[in-house]
């Protein structure tokens, strides 16, 4: 027996280091981390993940474009990404007669390389805790209102110092823990970024919609980008006379390979979690917000695929507008199953039981009860404001109409909106899905919480179909040249028009009707937030809090783990070529590989050349992109996902579900040497075996 304990003990010690870690730590104070990250096998210091003194490994990352990441793999300014992060820039090179999501694109020199205008990569340069510079003259008897004013003041003169030198730097004070503490973040931002890479979609989007979020992957999910500067290494505007950026860091990539168990490091820019929220924040997402807009974008997923699949110029225009309906649509879903497998609602109101017992004679004392209570108030109007935003302000046209209003002063600005919405616009898909937005509006959402202006078109045309025929046959806007002849003095027909008159009147109900009660609450639940967060944190003294995402920089350790979705199921953390083969059918897009990945495992040799691979790391939106890194600093793979069971993770992170999918990056350079024959960018790359 004492034998059997003895093992026992040894066994929990040697799967301790295995353990998932939650958390999205600020990299500035990685050094509060860095023994425990060390314990589970990290081998470089804390000023090697960050420094304002030396290169660190933050010099190698960057924000990409406004929500995803990426990292600089050469002393040449050469990005690695993912190819949904690139996708909307190779789709606007793509036509039907160089279809560059079909066939893929691959630079072979410098000129070859793409510019973008509008894309731009964000360098960190340093984060500081600026609390106390923030908060300086203020003091608790303000208002809410009063300490924003401060706040908001402190804060501009803190960002116009930070960018006084110029040379492309933005600053931002960002509120972490709810506004208990202030960073600066300082950006040195490249606005001259050009495609030099990406795979065909069959291998950067291979299972499309149906493996979305899902595993076991096999997704070549990356692109390849070159930050370009002026001839001093500064951000500029795109030349002919810029050159390669030279970066401070560049990640050195690992041919080594993983394993289960090793060690991994996440270096991104997550979006946006609410960890620590209260149980009815919760029980809306899951039980209202969730249900509801899922239903509203599978009606327009619907429509948008079945012209898909009849048009090839149709899918070139949507496949990227279907890939930003689909990816929330699909994550939603997950979201709201893990919610309620991990009961956690009962769970967080289980906290909040103890938390207020605890909190009796305190300054905390009925905190919860009055945040849950002021959220119970919010809802009916933040549930009518999502309806807005997910059904007439989703109707392209109206959007187009307010935008053409909005430059109808300015003849370029309007003819560069006409030519961007003309170019990806198909009226068919547009007209149906009003038909059915608007038909599920007046059944879903409440009559009280409807506009007047729809409860009388629906009554003057009888049907959502007939109301969308009248609109579309009868608007200006769906006519390019028509839209090209308006001038300034012609505001008066755009007034009149009915989509512009749809537009403004749904607009003029959200601003007048719901937003006023949306925004009264919000400063009360801030503080409210602001409060409970501190009051957890003196609940718990002995708990390490990491503060929600923001999409600043943030370091997330683990290691590789598959995983259990459920009963007598266990999916393994790696998966292979063979699996593509596996999937491969060439009567769906979305599984019709390229003819020359088959000839390649017809030939022997690559069946377990590895494709993507499984993680712990605590992982979010915005980490899209984010460097994978092994316990030597070194790059091992491409974060793009979390499995599909464990996307509760912006709310409640359960070690045992919640993975994050990664490219391995093996994978990547057997796609440049075998897919793309661009061989000649390892010359600028640093491998370690």
């Known amino acids: 027996m004492k034998r059997k304990l003895l093992f026992l003990a040894l066994f929990l010690t040697a799967i301790q280091p295995l353990m998932a870690d939650e958390g999205m730590w600020l990299p500035a104070l990685i050094s509060q981390r860095i023994a425990d990250m060390q314990a589970k096998g990290f081998k470089l210091s804390a000023e090697d993940v960050y420094s304002v003194n030396q290169a660190s490994l933050k010099d190698a990352v960057v ?3 406004g929500g995803c990441t990426g990292e600089i793999v050469s002393d040449e300014g050469l990005l690695f990404t993912n190819h949904h992060c690139g996708y ?27 510019p973008n205008p509008g894309l731009s990569v964000s360098f960190l340069e340093r984060m500081e805790d600026v609390t106390g510079q923030v908060l300086k003259g203020y003091d608790s008897s303000m208002s ?19 960018t006084a030198e110029g040379k492309g730097l933005r ?30 979609s069959s291998i950067g989007k291979f299972g499309g919609d149906t493996d979305n979020w899902m595993w076991p992957r096999h997704t070549g999910d990356f692109s390849i980008f070159r930050v370009y500067a002026d001839k001093d290494n500064n951000p500029a505007d795109y030349s002919e006379d810029n050159v390669p950026y030279r970066p401070k860091k560049s990640f050195k990539i690992s041919r080594a390979g993983v394993k289960e168990g090793d060690f991994t490091f996440v270096y991104g820019c997550p979006g946006s979690t609410k960890e620590y929220a209260v149980s009815e924040d919760v029980r809306y997402v899951s039980e209202l917000s969730d249900p509801q807009k899922i239903a509203l974008r599978t009606l327009r997923l619907d429509n948008i695929k079945k012209y898909m699949d009849q048009s090839q110029a149709v899918r070139i225009q949507y496949s990227s507008k279907a890939a930003n309906v689909s990816n929330a649509w699909k994550k939603w879903q997950g979201e709201a199953k893990g919610i309620d497998k991990n009961k956690t609602v009962a769970v967080k109101r289980d906290y909040e039981r103890r938390f207020a017992e605890w909190a009796k004679g305190t300054r905390y004392e009925g905190l919860v009860e009055r945040l849950n209570g002021l959220f119970e108030r919010r809802h009916p109007y ?17 959007s187009f109409a307010s935008n053409i209003r909005n430059t109808l002063g300015n003849a370029q600005a309007k003819a560069n909106a006409a030519e961007s919405f003309f170019k990806d616009y198909f009226r068919p898909i547009d007209e149906e899905n009003f038909a059915a937005l608007m038909d599920a509006f007046g059944k879903n959402l409440p009559e009280e919480f409807q506009p007047e202006y729809y409860k009388t078109k629906m009554a003057q045309f009888g049907s959502a179909e007939a109301w969308a025929s009248y609109v579309f046959d009868n608007t200006l806007f769906i006519d390019k040249d028509k839209v090209l002849a308006l001038k300034e003095s012609d505001e008066g027909i755009v007034l009149t028009d009915p989509a512009f008159e749809m537009y403004n009147a749904f607009y003029r109900w959200y601003y007048d009707d719901l937003r006023p009660i949306i925004n009264e609450l919000s400063p009360e639940i801030e503080l409210a937030y602001r409060d409970y967060m501190q009051g957890q944190m003196d609940f718990e003294k002995d708990k390490t809090f990491y503060p929600d995402a923001n999409l600043t920089l943030r370091v997330a350790y683990g290691h590789v783990e598959g995983y259990t979705p459920s009963d007598g199921v266990y999916y393994y953390p790696v998966s292979t070529l063979k699996g593509i083969i596996e999937k491969d059918d060439p009567n769906i897009f979305d599984y019709d590989i390229p003819q020359r990945l088959r000839d390649i495992y017809a030939e022997g040799g690559h069946e377990d050349q590895p494709v993507c691979f499984l993680a712990t790391n605590h992982t979010s939106g915005g980490n ?18 979390r499995v599909w069971e464990g996307t509760m993770s912006d709310i409640v992170f359960d070690p045992e579900i919640c993975r994050n999918i990664s490219l391995d990056i093996r994978y990547l350079l057997f796609c440049i040497e075998h897919i793309g024959g661009a061989t ?5 790359m640093e491998f370690v075996d």
């Open 171 to 200: 600053a931002s004070v960002e509120a972490l823990y709810y506004g208990n503490q202030y960073f600066l973040f300082v950006f040195r931002v490249y606005r001259d970024v050009r495609l030099v890479g990406a795979p065909p």
């Open 144 to 162: 809410e209102a009063q300490r924003d004013s401060v706040v908001r003041a402190n804060s501009a003169v803190l960002t116009r110092a930070a």
């Open 63 to 65: 924000l990409f474009g």
């Open 624 to 641: 899209s992109g984010s460097p994978v890194i092994n316990a030597d600093g070194n790059l091992i793979g491409i974060n793009f996902d």
């Open 88 to 114: 909307s820039y190779i789709q606007r090179h793509s036509s039907v007669e160089h279809d560059y999501l079909k066939d893929g694109f691959w630079a072979m020199n410098r000129k070859e390389e793409l």
């Open 382 to 398: 933040y549930l009518a404001y999502e309806y807005y935003s997910e059904t007439a302000r989703a109707i392209e046209l109206l």
């Open 680 to 684: 000649y960018l390892f010359d600028e």
